[in-house]
């Protein structure tokens, strides 16, 4: 467990999803190969540090805007939204620890498994509860990513650092994810980690 010294923290996986690390529409299995191993050492690195995890999942219905103006990704109902199997034990460990929170187009969903069971709660409204440090990775660097640490930004302002993995941040391409790495930083204010991730941890 952690002890006194250790800061209250938490970590943000986004999007570790199948439909975007292994198959579906906007998949990318090579992007898969490279970063699974790293969001699974940032998740034993969470659990040696007694850190929370919360994982925010993207899903959509096909009539939703979104889908409308693009390829139809992570579509309810198929295995694009599932959870990638790698994390699962991970994340039962966590779970198990009362660490885990899973949200699900921003709504709290109790497990693993993201059975639809809403609340009214949100991943920015539990932030506020004393976290000195928040941790994030995950896809994708110039949408998902950047607008989450936006929010960050503005709910915790000084009461919390974020700190940016960008070893276990995926982008489109090469350029649009060095446009939204320097906003991370150079805007945002978010923290790079210059740490390697411990993928044998």
Known sequence: MADE?????ILILINPQQG??????LADEDLGKRHIPRLLGLLRLAIKKSWSVALT???HDPEDDVIRSLTPHLLRGTDEPK???ELRPALRELDEAGLLHIFEAGHFDHTIDAVEKKTEQTLYDMLPGGFEQVHVAGAWSS?????TVMGLRARCGQKA???VWTDAVAGYDEASHGFAVRQLAVVLGALLADEKIPLNA
């Open 5 to 9: 010294k250790t800061p209250k923290a």
């Open 20 to 25: 975007v690390y292994k198959e579906g529409a």
């Open 57 to 59: 999942l993207r899903m």
């Open 83 to 85: 959870i990638l199997d």
């Open 143 to 147: 949408i998902d990513v950047l607008y």
């Open 161 to 163: 650092d974020v700190v």
